[in-house]
């Protein structure tokens, strides 16, 4: 009382006094909780949400429309999609999620064996293949290919943006696949995988044509195989635009798109957007610019090198190296040209989506919900978490949910009605698209069921 009467200087300098008594450790704690603070919000957290929920993880999202078969005959009969799931509890972050692969190789040892595929144009595609066999018993190495009478499901995996068979997680999907029964082949694409461009053209978001060689090339080879199709990022977008040309017409049973861009112009504004996302676009671009410097010697079409050094986004890629190889005017030209999104309307075989939606790199304003409502042979998965490819699971994050999920998925598929190539056409014809205004929809979302009916 006395004090405060009696004293005759301003109040800020007393809060200064005061604030000055206080100990330094005390300002260097409150400034580590504010940064742990915003780091958990900057970086996306969910740990304190998953612990309050015992890590059980979330409920799996299905979209897809009423009288859809694909539903109906197979993922209905998918646990996994009807389940929760949850992230490694050290891992609750896209970010973690999405790197944690890049730098810790705790993946199955894939032994490979390497086919070179001529392509019309001159170009070579190395397809790495395991085979159920090499899995199952690994003695059996070095034995011939695979007869061509075999009926042996064949699953053609579609890699990501500078990914190629040896990266962690297609390790991870070849090796679960290969040994639940599947012969699987990694489509690598041009100049990757470790083999030489032979010809001047390199692969891009929207080149189908080497996938729609490699297939028939596998029909020929292997009639009696059902062949199915795994797309991831970059992949899943070159493959559900495959799919989308093709229509019915396509000697592919079925085929699963993971973690795909859908809208290569929004993504491309979404990855410039926050200091985070633009890590990936650079980690990306300077991938990208590595992989073009490589072949320098064999692309004569590309003059302006001095760009291409400086490349340091997907951006500037797609301006100096795609646009000038595959002769498209601007970048936002070969955006809007190649995004997958308006070719799921097409889609003529049963195909399963997966997308997380904190997926760091290709955003959840991407999806195109309405598109895969309005086409029955499609199914829609969204998972709330999974970074971009990431899924891990388990305290020491040894598998990906998305790989059981597809495994899970092509398996059903690969023994239900829809099988039969023929059954798939004659439902197709019979009951062409509705306009997505008109068609009937149902999402399955906690476990419960909800119809929408669309006027
Ligand atoms: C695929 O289906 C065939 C026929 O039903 C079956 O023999 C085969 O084991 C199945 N393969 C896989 C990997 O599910
Ligand atoms: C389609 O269905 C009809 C009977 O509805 C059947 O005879 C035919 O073999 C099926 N397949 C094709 C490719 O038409």
Same mark, same amino acid.
């Given at each position: 009382?006395?004090?405060?009467?009696?004293?005759?200087?301003?109040?800020?300098?007393?809060?200064?006094?005061?604030?000055?008594?206080?100990?330094?450790?005390?300002?260097?704690?409150?400034?580590?909780?504010?940064?742990?603070?915003?780091?958990?919000?900057?970086?996306?957290?969910?740990?304190?949400?998953?612990?309050?929920?015992?890590?059980?993880? !979330?409920?799996?999202?299905?979209?897809?429309?009423?009288?859809? &078969?694909?539903?109906?005959?197979?993922?209905?009969?998918?646990?996994?999609?009807?389940?929760?799931?949850?992230?490694?509890?050290?891992?609750?972050?896209?970010?973690?999620?999405?790197?944690?692969?890049?730098?810790?190789?705790?993946?199955?040892?894939?032994?490979?064996?390497? !086919?070179?595929?001529?392509?019309?144009?001159?170009?070579?595609?190395?397809?790495?293949? #395991?085979?159920?066999?090499?899995?199952?018993?690994?003695?059996?190495?070095?034995?011939?290919?695979?007869?061509? &009478?075999?009926?042996?499901?064949?699953?053609?995996?579609?890699?990501?943006?500078?990914?190629?068979?040896?990266?962690?997680?297609?390790?991870?999907?070849?090796?679960?696949?290969?040994?639940?029964?599947?012969?699987?082949?990694?489509?690598?694409?041009?100049?990757? =995988?470790?083999?030489?461009?032979?010809?001047?053209?390199?692969?891009?978001?929207?080149?189908?044509?080497?996938?729609?060689?490699?297939?028939?090339?596998?029909?020929?080879?292997?009639?009696?195989?059902?062949?199915?199709?795994?797309?991831?990022?970059?992949?899943?977008?070159?493959?559900?635009?495959?799919?989308?040309?093709?229509?019915? &017409?396509?000697?592919?049973? =079925?085929?699963?798109?993971?973690?795909?861009?859908?809208?290569?112009?929004?993504?491309?504004?979404?990855?410039?957007?926050?200091?985070?996302?633009?890590?990936?676009?650079?980690? #990306?671009?300077?991938?990208?610019?590595?992989?073009? !410097?490589?072949?320098?010697?064999?692309?004569?079409?590309?003059?302006?090198?001095?760009?291409?050094?400086?490349?340091? $986004?997907?951006?500037?890629?797609?301006?100096?190296?795609? $646009?000038?190889?595959?002769?498209?005017?601007?970048?936002?030209?070969?955006?809007?040209?190649?995004? $997958?999104?308006?070719?799921?309307?097409?889609?003529?075989?049963?195909?399963?989506?997966?997308?997380?939606?904190?997926?760091?790199?290709?955003?959840?304003?991407?999806?195109?919900?309405?598109?895969?409502?309005?086409?029955?042979?499609?199914?829609?998965?969204?998972?709330?978490?999974?970074?971009?490819?990431?899924?891990?699971?388990?305290?020491?994050?040894?598998?990906?949910?998305?790989?059981?999920?597809?495994?899970?998925?092509? $398996?059903?598929?690969?023994?239900?009605?829809?099988?039969?190539?023929?059954?798939? !056409?004659?439902?197709?014809?019979?009951?062409?698209?509705?306009?997505?205004?008109?068609?009937?929809?149902?999402?399955?979302?906690?476990?419960?069921?909800?119809?929408?009916?669309?006027?």
């Amino acid at each position: 009382m006395d004090c405060i009467g009696s004293t005759s200087e301003s109040p800020y300098i007393l809060l200064l006094k005061a604030a000055l008594l206080i100990p330094i450790s005390h300002y260097v704690l409150g400034f580590l909780f504010l940064l742990s603070v915003f780091l958990y919000n900057y970086l996306e957290m969910y740990f304190i949400q998953e612990l309050l929920t015992g890590f059980k993880g !979330q409920y799996v999202s299905l979209t897809f429309n009423s009288c859809c &078969d694909l539903y109906q005959e197979v993922v209905s009969k998918c646990k996994l999609l009807h389940g929760r799931v949850s992230s490694t509890p050290w891992l609750c972050s896209p970010h973690f999620q999405t790197i944690f692969l890049q730098f810790f190789e705790r993946v199955p040892a894939c032994n490979y064996q390497r !086919q070179l595929f001529k392509t019309p144009d001159g170009g070579t595609i190395a397809l790495d293949w #395991l085979r159920n066999v090499d899995v199952k018993k690994p003695s059996s190495e070095g034995s011939d290919g695979i007869p061509s &009478d075999d009926k042996t499901p064949i699953v053609v995996v579609i890699p990501g943006l500078t990914s190629d068979s040896s990266s962690a997680y297609v390790k991870h999907l070849a090796f679960k696949m290969a040994k639940s029964g599947w012969n699987v082949v990694v489509s690598n694409h041009r100049g990757l =995988g470790g083999v030489a461009i032979t010809s001047d053209s390199l692969y891009n978001a929207g080149y189908t044509e080497d996938i729609r060689k490699i297939i028939d090339h596998l029909h020929t080879q292997y009639p009696q195989a059902p062949l199915f199709a795994v797309g991831t990022s970059i992949g899943a977008n070159v493959l559900v635009k495959f799919l989308g040309e093709e229509g019915v &017409d396509t000697p592919l049973v =079925g085929a699963a798109a993971i973690c795909s861009p859908w809208d290569l112009l929004i993504g491309d504004r979404f990855i410039k957007r926050r200091a985070a996302q633009r890590i990936y676009d650079r980690a #990306l671009g300077i991938g990208l610019k590595a992989y073009a !410097q490589l072949h320098q010697s064999i692309l004569p079409r590309l003059k302006d090198w001095e760009s291409i050094s400086k490349i340091s $986004c997907i951006r500037d890629y797609d301006k100096h190296v795609v $646009c000038v190889l595959a002769n498209y005017e601007t970048v936002d030209t070969y955006y809007r040209k190649v995004s $997958c999104g308006g070719y799921v309307a097409k889609v003529g075989i049963p195909l399963l989506c997966i997308s997380a939606l904190d997926d760091p790199v290709c955003t959840r304003e991407t999806i195109p919900w309405d598109e895969c409502r309005a086409n029955k042979n499609v199914v829609l998965a969204t998972t709330q978490h999974g970074g971009h490819l990431g899924h891990l699971e388990g305290m020491t994050a040894k598998s990906l949910w998305w790989v059981r999920a597809v495994d899970e998925y092509l $398996c059903a598929l690969n023994s239900s009605s829809l099988n039969r190539r023929e059954k798939i !056409q004659n439902t197709t014809v019979d009951s062409p698209l509705k306009s997505i205004d008109e068609a009937p929809y149902v999402n399955v979302m906690n476990g419960l069921v909800k119809r929408h009916q669309v006027k």
